[in-house]
């Protein structure tokens, strides 16, 4: 075993759930190199010290360039607003440091093709953050598409719909200000990149983008709140999709549905820990979807449990990415998603505002 030094930018939300991954990683899934908690950044030196505490850091920054040039700092996790990625990215590369980065890649198409060119320069180990892809259910059913239970696929329907800005009164923060925060640029990737691991690269698309509430107490919202698009994927399926942060009632409604010609696949990430599969066969009478929950025979869920049924949660899926993260360090080979994927999904998402505005279909190959 080989320790490795871990800096990670930011300690919020993501910053806390990529600190304790990687403090568990080696233990769940027995990997060879193992974490090191070197250095956390945070914007003001209070928080960054209150996150080294909590967290186990051996010590803490206001400033991402002195962990990014820290000797001991020999990876590096992007857990920071997104008009930061770049800069981080592109000077750890560098330096020859593998980076990890939270989606999306960037702030914009431009950033995140900046970061892929400096990712092949460098040669460094690199990947995004979509983690939800990664839960033993949405792993087996892609392979269950891969292996053509299903037969060919024909459709596929997807969302990513969550009720935080429901409330037309709940007032405006950073999260209403810029493209990249709004539901586009937030929500949309997670569903699309998901998309695009079951069925595959998407060919075109029309879309609509829309803010409904464009003010907030506090300040006017200048990103969307909700998004659809039809689209056409590369293998000829055909496709539809959903994105909203209004969506009353809704959580974390990382949902899909893939029709074949031999059967179908349904997923919902509030029931994270079961899929439902319909098989064309058998008598006519008993044929419907089944319930399959989560166990040891599926992808990713025994290093957590020897119980099936028993479940995994959210942490889950980022010590999943951990463990990928490391052995793709380890081994010096891409492990997907890499920052090409990330930037195929922000080509997707430029398509679509594209198409939204223009009102007409979209080839994305062309963004």
Known sequence: MTEIG?????????????????????AVFDTALRPRLEMVCATTAASAERYQRAYGFQRATDDWQVLVN??????????????????????AFALGKPVFCEKPLGASLSDSRAMVAAAKVSGCPNMVGFNYIRTPASQYARQLIADGLIGEVTWFRGEHTEDF??????????RTEGEANGTMGDLAPHMINGAMALIGPIAELIAEVETVHTDRPGGRVTNDDQGQLMC???????????FSRIATGRKMGYAYEITGTKGA????????NALWLYLSEGDEATRGFRKILTGPAHPDYLPFCQGPGHGTGYQDQILIEARDFLRAIETQTPVWPTFEDGMAVNQVIAAAMA???????????TF
């Open 355 to 365: 198409a939204s505005e223009a009102r007409s279909w979209q080839t994305v190959s």
């Open 265 to 272: 696949i349904r997923f919902d990430q509030e029931d994270q």
């Open 6 to 26: 871990i800096g990670i930018l930011g300690g919020g939300y993501m910053g806390k759930a990529h600190a304790v991954a990687m403090a568990a990683v080696g």
């Open 165 to 174: 800005y429901a409330d037309p009164d709940a007032p405006a923060t950073w």
């Open 70 to 91: 820290d000797p001991k700092v020999e990876a590096i996790v992007i857990a920071s607003p997104q008009q930061t990625h770049r800069a981080v990215a592109e000077a």
């Open 232 to 242: 056409r994927f590369a293998n000829g399926a055909m496709g539809q999709m959903f």
